[in-house]
T-cell receptor, first 109, second 113 residues
């Protein structure tokens, strides 16, 4: 059974801090990794994707992938109240996509 | 607006009813998906269509029946559902397969009574 695990949270950080979201996966053959943001009552939207080991930065967001340790993380710098949402980790392998249950992030003003 | 439109947004149906969910994408994508999202559970992939052919069926009960008449439209036909089928049903599309960004519709909130 391919598993994707996330801490459900809630994770609470003050405005301006760095929020760190983590995700582990069980299938070593996984190829593509995605972070989606889902606001309450809305559908998921893509924040970042990463395919290779290392870091990938996009604005305030940095995705980190470590295939040897089978984890992928998302860092949000200078967190804003508008970043408050549930963050879903998704892992693709062999034409199958598995999502984690999501981590709820709250950024307090 | 993501370019993926789902109707209806809300649906209440009895266990003996037959209803259909509709999804339409205007993005020129070749792959479309149905997902089920239940409270505090991961998104569950139900069906995948690539170039109008079904390529994945994750052991979904036969009371859910997908239909993809063309690359822009996807349906989920429902019949004799159970209360535990109550959930948010999300449609998504992507340019090719899973290794490309998926765009989600707003979902249909289904309640089975």
């Amino acid at each position: 059974q391919k598993e994707v695990e996330q801490n459900s949270g809630p994770l609470s950080v003050p405005e301006g801090a760095i929020a760190s979201l983590n995700c582990t996966y069980s299938d070593r053959g996984s190829q593509s990794f995605f972070w989606y943001r889902q606001y309450s009552g809305k559908s998921p939207e893509l924040i970042m994707f990463i395919y290779s080991n290392g870091d990938k930065e996009d604005g305030r967001f940095t995705a980190q992938l470590n295939k040897a340790s089978q984890y992928v993380s998302l860092l949000i710098r200078d967190s804003q109240p508008s970043d408050s949402a549930t963050y879903l980790c998704a892992v693709e392998s062999n034409n199958d996509m598995r999502f984690g249950a999501g981590t709820r992030l709250t950024v307090k003003p | 607006e993501t370019g993926v439109t789902q109707t209806p947004r809300h649906l209440v149906m009895g266990m003996t009813n037959k209803k259909s969910l509709k999804c339409e994408q205007h993005l020129g994508h070749n792959a479309m998906y149905w997902y089920k999202q239940s409270a505090k559970k991961p998104l569950e992939l139900m069906f995948v269509y690539s170039l109008e052919e079904r390529v994945e069926n994750n052991s979904v009960p036969s009371r859910f029946s997908p239909e993809c008449p063309n690359s822009s439209h996807l349906f989920l036909h429902l019949h004799t559902l159970q209360p535990e089928d109550s959930a948010l049903y999300l449609c998504a599309s992507s340019l090719t397969g899973f290794n490309t960004e998926a765009f989600f519709g707003q979902g249909t909130r289904l309640t089975v009574v």
